[in-house]
């Protein structure tokens, strides 16, 4: 399990960006809600204890338990449908002992892990039609019980996840052109569907959200929230008006977005940071993912190399996703920016996946 390393080999720079960006995110989180600052330095604080273990154990011994983990993130999935805690209309947390977790944020980590182990354990038969159609159906199961909670984000992410995944893996090229030239028309004719006021694929509010993105003027009630997170990083301009500002027509004193400490950390940011303090959080995010490529790249294996690849993936998507809809570039849909938002199961989740790229960049390739 423990193996010997040498320090030198350590990645320095990622635990230095990922500790950046978690020190901007309290900052920022302190100024929309102080109520939250402290546990989210709790939530860092762990997250470190946790990253540092597992960038010392063995990243092929911790896969071994993929099925433990695969079957243990379904159990707490299947969990939060009868004992979750229901909050505006939807069931994703699970209270325990005093604390609530997000059992949809551990299984991103969980789908990387075990996807990774069983592409490794397909590897000769990994685009026969039997086996495309197990790893669907296993990534199905996690899919539909987090998109009935309902959570459609973190549902898009973790299918997101697993193909970038299987792409890294060796998926054939004919095979993706064939589901894209199959994709392209089904989401032009979804799009149109879920468009009509009687349609039954989404649920009320997540159509309303889409009209709402599309026709903003038409529907303030729906809108507002990205109506004003987009006049707040407008309003920030070059440097920001400062952490902790008494504006009263500020995001956070002004009351303009529900709970601006998560989903629309982006906008505090850019309010309060301006314009530089936002590129350096896309920056840093940015770098974050492409530390984890680079280490994927001089893996000693190829299920090294698809783990970095997942947490790349997952950093990145859900950064691109959420900074989208703080702009108003995409329909309104919860999802935290990885490190900055509040969140202390998803940061854990994060350090643990972290953690696991440290230690790969730790074996590297011998040549």
Partial sequence: M??????????????LWVLILSVIGIMVIGSANGSYQMKQMIG????????????????????NFYWIYYIGGLVLLIAVRFFGTEVNGAKRWIDFGGFSFQPSD???????????????KHEEDLNKPQTILKAVGLVAIPWFLIYKQPDLSTSIVVLLIFCTIYFIAGLSSKIIGGMILICIPLVVIGAM???????????GYQHDRIMGWLQPEKYPDIS???TN????????????????????????????????????????????????????????EFLIALECIMVGKNARDVSGTLIC?????????????????????????????????????????LYIGIGMVLNIGLQVRKY
């Fill in 2 to 15: 423990l193996r010997q390393y040498k320090l030198k080999d350590y990645k320095f720079r990622l635990v």
């Fill in 44 to 63: 860092m604080g762990v997250g470190i204890v946790f990253m540092i273990m597992v960038s010392l154990m063995d990243y092929l011994w911790i896969s």
């Fill in 106 to 120: 551990i299984m991103k980590i969980v789908v990387i892990i075990f996807f990774t182990r069983f592409f490794m």
């Fill in 193 to 203: 569907l879920v468009t009509q006021p009687d349609q039954k694929i989404l649920k």
């Fill in 224 to 226: 507002y929230q990205q």
């Fill in 229 to 284: 997170s987009k006049i707040a990083i407008g309003s920030g301009q070059l440097y920001g008006k400062g952490l902790n500002n008494s504006d009263v027509n500020s995001v956070k004193n002004g009351n303009f977005i529900a709970e601006p400490q998560t989903d629309f950390i982006f906008a505090v940011a850019g309010e309060e940071l301006g314009f530089l303090g936002c590129c350096l959080i896309v920056a840093l």
């Fill in 309 to 349: 690849c997942g947490m790349a993936a997952l950093i990145a998507f859900q950064s691109f996703i959420n900074i989208c809809v703080a702009t108003g570039l995409m329909p309104n849909t919860g999802l935290p920016l990885p490190f900055v938002s509040y969140g202390l199961t998803s940061l854990i989740s």
